[in-house]
């Protein structure tokens, strides 16, 4: 039996097989903790701490999906081309609030998390927490983070901006729609910006390109704001 | 769709190649999203000959960093010696982050 758990397979169809049941349980029941990856994430390590599987045998099929991120990160270059056409008259102050949020996002998180005491290889894998999956797993393994934590956080930032998001920003005075946009696709990268739809196709588009250019400039700032923050420690 | 994909794998090996000639600190993927962008805008290729392709990889995203988010179970003694630090630090920056961006765009963006 245990031969099964080796196979490509059994972490290919686990994780589709959860995925699938988590869309559907998400579509019934409309609650914040129910997002399908979230879902996925817990119900998967629940099977795998229950029969006593290693995450190793589930990542010699899991590696194949997780691979696919590469051409996922590629292809949001084609989305950036579709809503740039979108926002082109806003251009200016749009990228000026994405690059002050998204240079502001990694600063405070790393300094936060030095104040409270975390360890080094915590803070590395902290900095790329706004910016979508696929850029903070690659901005983690070259910053010397650990790429499995950075994924979890950056999957529980999204979940928190998807619930929250919206009404912090009312209750701080942020009422205008495409603002909303532009910060939910800063701070909370995809998962963020599913919810921005809600406000509009327009407050939509403003999150998705937010979610592109906050990814390219975490990328290529970050190694940089480590260096300056890291020797404080 | 097929000319999609393939596409998207031209470029995402472009990026590695720059990557790996110039021995830049960022990932192949990157450099090929910034390189696909610049194809488009200039007219090499043509938005409806990936559009197809892409649209797929994005919808299907979530289901690509299922395996990463299993992953964290491997760390859980970490996580349990600093979730205070992380929970903490997290949700403050993340709050911070969405009224710095919101506020800029909010005083300085025209409303369409």
């Given amino acids: 039996m245990s031969e099964i758990y080796q196979q490509p397979l059994f972490g290919i169809f686990i994780t589709l097989l959860v995925f699938q049941l988590s869309q559907i349980i998400a579509r019934k029941w409309k609650f914040v903790l129910f997002n399908p990856v979230l879902l996925s994430v817990v119900s998967i390590i629940g099977f795998l701490l229950l029969f006593n599987i290693d995450f190793e045998a589930y990542n010699v099929g899991g590696q194949y999906l997780g691979f696919l991120l590469g051409p996922t990160v590629v292809a949001l270059g084609v989305l950036f081309y579709e809503k740039y056409e979108q926002i082109k008259l806003n251009l200016l102050p749009f990228v000026a609030s994405v690059v002050i949020g998204g240079t502001i996002s990694v600063l405070s998180v790393c300094l936060l998390a030095m104040l409270l005491g975390a360890s080094e290889p915590i803070i590395r894998s902290l900095a790329p927490k706004s910016v979508t999956t696929p850029i903070a797993l690659e901005i983690a393994k070259i910053i010397g983070g650990l790429p499995y934590i950075a994924a979890g956080i950056v999957i529980a930032v999204g979940i928190f901006g ?67 923050i890291l020797p404080m420690v | ?9 031209l470029f995402l090996l472009i990026g590695e190649v720059i990557v790996s000639l110039c021995n830049l600190p960022i990932a192949g993927n990157i450099v090929g999203m910034v390189a696909i962008f610049i194809a488009l805008k200039t007219k090499v290729i043509k938005l409806k000959d990936v559009k197809p392709a892409s649209d797929q990889f994005i919808k299907y995203m979530v289901l690509f960093f299922i395996p990463y988010g299993v992953g964290l179970m491997t760390f859980y003694d970490m996580l349990k010696m600093h979730w205070v630090a992380i929970v903490v630090s997290t949700v403050l920056s993340t709050i911070l982050t969405l009224y710095v961006t919101g506020i800029v765009l909010q005083k300085f963006g025209k409303d369409e």
């Fill in chain 1, 162 to 228: 998807n619930a929250f998001g919206p009404g912090i920003l009312r209750i701080l005075g942020i009422r205008n729609k495409n603002a909303i946009g532009a910060a939910l696709g800063t701070a909370a990268h995809g998962i963020g910006t599913a919810r921005a739809l809600d406000e509009g196709k327009l407050a939509g588009a403003y999150g998705g390109l937010a979610m592109c250019i906050n990814g390219l400039l975490t990328a290529l700032i970050t190694p940089y704001l480590l260096e300056l």
């Fill in chain 2, 1 to 9: 769709m097929l000319k999609g994909v393939l596409y998207i794998f």
